[in-house]
């Protein structure tokens, strides 16, 4: 029976699964399941590999000509709230199909979408702000150097501050998935991961005049 629920005195663990992360890529935030994933990438610095929406990463994943190594960090940009949108339970990037022939079983992932909590891997989620909105996530080159210090709580894009500002004052957010109705509620309104992907018209007092006034100009539209 222990070896599937652990007593107090012998825990599977000596802390709890998840881990908040912080760093210049998540000023806000970022959450990996470290329970789940494999010691040896717990502390890693790699080269970053981009992918800039779902739909680039099912294009190039699996390309036998992806310059990409068991040490690399795929980072997936685009998936979040405002991005996917909706936050789809992306966050679990498959592992490349020439690595998977090399009995590659894991990597260091990233992305600010979410995933399942029975997945297994080194992925790091829910990475906040996220990358649509101009978050820290959409600086990141292929190439850049990424730091993972799960016992440090840390998470670092090795790039100069400098780089990174300029980076993102260039950064064009992308086309919005809904120009009109739900959909486009959904975007002007959504908050991101750590306040919980609410509306912020819901926020605080539901009686606000301001936020009633901004709810029913945007119904209107």
């Known amino acids: 029976m222990r070896e599937v629920v ?26 990996i399941k470290h329970i789940a994933a494999s010691p040896n990438l717990l502390q890693h610095r790699g080269r970053a590999i981009v992918f800039s929406s779902l739909a680039d990463l099912g294009a190039r994943i699996d390309d036998p000509e992806l310059d990409v190594t068991p040490d690399s960090v795929l980072v997936l940009q685009n998936t979040g709230p405002v991005g996917a949108p909706g936050m789809p339970e992306t966050g679990n990037l498959p592992i490349p199909k020439k690595l998977l022939l090399q009995g590659v079983r894991d990597m ?49 894009l090795l790039v100069p501050d400098e780089e ?4 993102l ?3 064009k957010k992308p086309a919005p998935a809904y120009r009109r109705g739900y959909g486009r509620l959904f975007l002007d309104h959504v908050l991101q991961a750590p306040q919980g992907c609410d509306f912020d ?6 009686d606000d005049a301001e936020s009633a006034a901004r709810l029913s100009k945007d119904l209107r539209t």
Request: negative net charge; proline residues 8%.
């Open 108 to 156: 260091v992932r990233i992305s600010d979408s979410r995933m399942s909590g029975t997945s297994f891997g080194t992925i790091v989620l829910h990475v906040a702000p996220e990358s649509a909105i101009g978050g820290p996530l959409a600086a990141v080159r292929t190439g850049d150097e990424i730091e993972l210090d799960v016992p440090a709580r840390r998470l670092q």
């Open 6 to 31: 652990a007593s107090r005195a012998q825990p599977l663990d000596p802390e709890g699964g998840l881990a908040i992360l912080r760093g210049n890529l998540c000023p806000d935030g970022a959450v």
């Open 201 to 206: 018209f819901l926020v605080g007092n539901p």
């Open 164 to 167: 990174i500002a300029r980076r």
């Open 169 to 171: 004052a260039e950064h």
